[in-house]
């Protein structure tokens, strides 16, 4: 009777959540995508000598572990562990039918078995997603083994070359299970815009096979119209030019407008999310341009991490990040120092803020740059990245080698290696410019790979502390030489800032204090904003973060007063020791703190950026 009716009422709903929409752009209408987010069984092991002989039966479980999420969440100034991750759960899959898992982000080493297979594993780093694909089996239920080792590692996890801030790890990251029961299967659909006054884009169709020769495709646009095409396939690639978007509107910070384009082949579907835009720099005086329009990009570098959940930050809390972005006037921010989670940039499509998206990497030195292995998984994590995040019209410049050995001629060859991977990857009008973020500003030796120029630097914190006149004429000199020798490319502040411990709110200026942080802070966007012959900026940082393992050894904890163990709650320190680097194990130079509370700093920028001062 009405309890059958209820069951049955609960199983259609469960199944329609099963085959929902993935939690991010792209979407596969005609696909069967299961979201594997979840509880699933756990183990931790330490010491193992080789992650990457282990076998699915090697695997231990003793608990639980929530995915996405980080196993190594614990409080600032405390480490975590370093070891072997095994991770279980059982999934279904139509019988004799091939499927593919989606990671969208597993760290730092993954290796992945199906049905005790091992079926791949991926070494090139934690922060963007990779594909694994599952053979067809006569069984419905499988089961899933995710190994993730966290040792720093040159071997299995090259590219995690170390940097300052914490590190991490686990299934951070949504993962997918796609049902491909097609004749032919798409991998993915790429839109670059061509002309954003007349609304054409060329069009990119990526198979998960090498097909050729004439493919039927169909493709939808929001409003209903369909058209359908035939397109020349060579070696799984299909190419379309000059497609017209029906009323085309272009997407600025003003005005996000946002398209969706569906592609079918076959009875497989891809719905892909764009927006038309296109960045230059201007002819005569190399400025960032969007649309053709100077503008003056303008924010802050932000770290994917929370107190409470690491590196697996949450929709809820990337919502919170994306209102103080936008409170804080920023319309531009530096994903420092990773691939950006997509439901981050998908926030961004809607919210017209621009990014900067690079490949994990500071701590790059020659020898990686010299070394094969280390390219070839660079490479596969520019490729990774830029697959992710192609149709974001968010993303307008794509980075590497955070602060790399730069100043040396012999590095430069492994800086083109990754420019040249992003540039193949572009199209043209060029999607996005290629830039790094340089800490050796007038002695930079690279800078010949570059469409922007990018430097570190960080007068009156580091360089001559506490002299307040510094910014100004540090930032006047590396853009007058910027412009000097570089006159066709725009020049850009990539990090400069101070730190400032968020108890310290007294009303004189020592180091250390909000006071100060928010005269340097003011000092390094005053000038930034003003100089014509700056492109933009952006601060170090978003929010205070947890600092990386060394520092997390060296410092240590603060003195916090009593506090709730959860770390979902802001924890005060009632003392802090300033003379190590990182105080309280943590990096102190955000405009909040680490549980999002606003510091002076976040006021005076947003002042700044209101566009009061802004001449073009």
Same mark, same amino acid.
């Given at each position: 009777?009405?309890?059958?009716?209820?069951?049955?009422?609960?199983?259609?709903?469960?199944a329609?959540?099963?085959?929902?929409?993935p939690p991010?752009?792209?979407?596969?209408p005609?696909?069967?995508?299961?979201?594997?987010?979840?509880?699933?069984?756990?183990?931790?092991?330490?010491?193992?000598?080789d992650a990457?002989?282990?076998?699915?039966?090697?695997?231990?479980?003793?608990?639980?572990?929530a995915?996405?999420?980080a196993?190594?969440?614990?409080?600032?100034?405390?480490?975590?562990?370093?070891?072997?991750?095994?991770y279980?759960?059982?999934?279904?899959?139509?019988?004799?039918?091939?499927?593919?898992?989606?990671f969208?982000?597993?760290?730092f080493?993954?290796?992945?078995?199906?049905?005790?297979?091992?079926?791949?594993?991926h070494?090139?780093g934690?922060?963007q997603?990779?594909?694994i694909d599952?053979? &067809?089996s006569?069984? %419905?239920t499988?089961?899933? $083994? /995710?190994? #993730? +080792?966290?040792?720093?590692?040159?071997? *299995?996890?090259?590219?995690?070359?170390?940097?300052?801030?914490?590190?991490?790890?686990g299934i951070?990251?949504?993962?997918?299970?796609?049902?491909?029961?097609f004749?032919?299967?798409?991998?993915?659909?790429?839109?670059?815009?061509?002309?954003?006054?007349?609304?054409?884009?060329?069009v990119?169709?990526l198979?998960?096979?090498?097909?050729?020769?004439?493919v039927?495709?169909?493709l939808?646009?929001?409003?209903?119209?369909?058209s359908?095409?035939q397109?020349?396939?060579?070696?799984?690639?299909?190419?379309l030019?000059?497609?017209?978007?029906p009323?085309?509107?272009?997407?600025?910070?003003?005005?996000?407008?946002?398209?969706v384009?569906?592609?079918?082949?076959?009875?497989? &579907?891809?719905?892909? %999310?764009?927006?038309?835009r $296109? /960045?230059? #720099? +201007?002819?005569?005086?190399?400025?960032? *341009?969007?649309?053709?329009?100077v503008?003056?990009?303008h924010g802050?570098?932000?770290?994917?991490?929370?107190?409470?959940?690491g590196?697996?930050?949450?929709l809820a809390?990337?919502?919170?990040?994306v209102?103080?972005?936008?409170?804080?006037n920023?319309?531009?921010?530096?994903?420092a120092?990773?691939p950006?989670?997509?439901?981050?940039?998908?926030?961004?499509?809607?919210?017209?803020i621009?990014?900067?998206?690079e490949?994990l990497?500071?701590?790059?030195?020659?020898?990686?740059?010299?070394?094969?292995?280390?390219?070839?998984?660079?490479?596969?994590?520019?490729?990774?990245?830029?697959?992710a995040?192609?149709?974001?019209?968010?993303?307008?410049m794509?980075?590497?080698?955070?602060?790399g050995?730069?100043?040396?001629?012999?590095?430069?060859?492994g800086y083109?290696?990754?420019?040249?991977?992003?540039?193949a990857?572009?199209?043209?009008?060029?999607?996005?410019l290629?830039?790094?973020?340089?800490?050796?500003?007038t002695s930079?030796?690279?800078?010949?790979?570059?469409?922007?120029?990018s430097?570190?630097?960080?007068?009156a914190w580091?360089d001559?502390?506490?002299?307040?006149?510094?910014?100004?004429?540090?930032?006047k000199?590396?853009?007058?030489?910027?412009?000097?020798?570089?006159?066709?490319?725009?020049?850009?502040?990539?990090?400069?800032?101070?730190?400032g411990?968020?108890e310290?709110?007294?009303t004189?200026?020592?180091?250390?204090?909000?006071?100060?942080?928010?005269?340097?802070?003011?000092?390094?966007?005053?000038?930034?904003?003003?100089?014509?012959?700056?492109?933009?900026?952006?601060?170090?940082?978003?929010?205070?973060?947890?600092?990386?393992?060394?520092?997390?050894?060296?410092?240590?904890?603060?003195?916090?007063?009593?506090?709730?163990?959860?770390?979902?709650?802001?924890?005060?320190?009632?003392y802090i020791?300033?003379?190590?680097?990182?105080?309280?194990?943590?990096?102190?130079?955000?405009?909040?703190?680490?549980?999002?509370?606003?510091?002076?700093?976040f006021?005076?920028l947003?002042?700044i950026?209101?566009?009061?001062?802004q001449?073009?």
């Amino acid at each position: 009777g009405m309890l059958g009716a209820v069951t049955a009422a609960l199983a259609v709903l469960l199944a329609a959540a099963m085959a929902a929409d993935p939690p991010f752009w792209p979407h596969y209408p005609t696909r069967n995508v299961t979201l594997l987010d979840g509880t699933w069984d756990f183990g931790l092991t330490m010491n193992i000598p080789d992650a990457i002989a282990l076998r699915a039966t090697d695997a231990q479980f003793t608990t639980t572990m929530a995915v996405p999420g980080a196993f190594d969440v614990l409080p600032p100034g405390i480490l975590g562990p370093r070891g072997t991750a095994f991770y279980r759960r059982s999934i279904e899959i139509s019988p004799n039918t091939p499927a593919a898992l989606y990671f969208a982000a597993c760290g730092f080493y993954c290796k992945v078995f199906v049905d005790g297979t091992a079926l791949g594993d991926h070494r090139a780093g934690g922060y963007q997603p990779f594909w694994i694909d599952v053979p &067809a089996s006569s069984s %419905r239920t499988r089961e899933l $083994i /995710v190994i #993730a +080792d966290n040792r720093f590692n040159s071997t *299995t996890a090259p590219t995690t070359t170390g940097g300052d801030f914490y590190f991490y790890s686990g299934i951070t990251r949504n993962v997918l299970l796609h049902e491909l029961p097609f004749a032919v299967t798409m991998r993915q659909v790429e839109v670059f815009p061509v002309d954003v006054d007349r609304g054409l884009v060329d069009v990119r169709i990526l198979f998960t096979t090498p097909v050729s020769g004439v493919v039927e495709i169909d493709l939808t646009w929001p409003g209903g119209q369909k058209s359908s095409v035939q397109g020349a396939a060579v070696k799984g690639v299909v190419s379309l030019y000059s497609v017209s978007v029906p009323n085309p509107q272009p997407w600025t910070f003003e005005s996000p407008n946002l398209t969706v384009l569906t592609v079918s082949v076959t009875g497989d &579907a891809i719905a892909v %999310r764009f927006g038309l835009r $296109i /960045v230059a #720099a +201007d002819k005569t005086d190399g400025r960032f *341009t969007l649309n053709g329009k100077v503008v003056k990009l303008h924010g802050v570098n932000r770290h994917t991490m929370w107190p409470d959940t690491g590196s697996a930050v949450d929709l809820a809390q990337m919502q919170q990040d994306v209102a103080l972005l936008k409170e804080l006037n920023a319309n531009f921010v530096r994903g420092a120092h990773y691939p950006q989670d997509q439901r981050f940039l998908d926030l961004l499509d809607e919210a017209g803020i621009g990014v900067w998206e690079e490949t994990l990497g500071p701590g790059v030195s020659l020898k990686d740059l010299q070394s094969p292995y280390f390219l070839e998984y660079q490479v596969q994590a520019v490729n990774e990245m830029i697959s992710a995040s192609i149709n974001h019209p968010c993303v307008l410049m794509h980075g590497f080698y955070n602060e790399g050995p730069s100043n040396q001629k012999e590095a430069c060859p492994g800086y083109n290696v990754s420019a040249a991977a992003i540039r193949a990857r572009m199209g043209t009008p060029q999607l996005r410019l290629v830039t790094y973020a340089s800490d050796h500003s007038t002695s930079d030796a690279c800078l010949d790979v570059v469409d922007v120029v990018s430097f570190n630097s960080y007068p009156a914190w580091y360089d001559h502390p506490g002299d307040l006149t510094q910014p100004a004429k540090f930032w006047k000199m590396a853009s007058d030489w910027a412009h000097q020798h570089y006159p066709k490319k725009p020049f850009f502040i990539s990090e400069t800032g101070a730190g400032g411990v968020y108890e310290w709110d007294n009303t004189t200026d020592p180091r250390w204090s909000q006071k100060y942080q928010a005269e340097v802070v003011g000092a390094d966007a005053t000038v930034a904003i003003s100089n014509s012959n700056i492109s933009g900026i952006t601060v170090w940082q978003f929010s205070d973060i947890k600092a990386n393992d060394d520092s997390t050894r060296q410092c240590g904890q603060c003195a916090y007063a009593p506090h709730p163990p959860s770390l979902a709650v802001p924890w005060n320190c009632s003392y802090i020791d300033v003379s190590c680097g990182r105080p309280g194990g943590e990096n102190h130079k955000g405009m909040v703190d680490f549980w999002r509370r606003k510091k002076q700093a976040f006021d005076v920028l947003k002042q700044i950026y209101s566009g009061g001062m802004q001449p073009l």
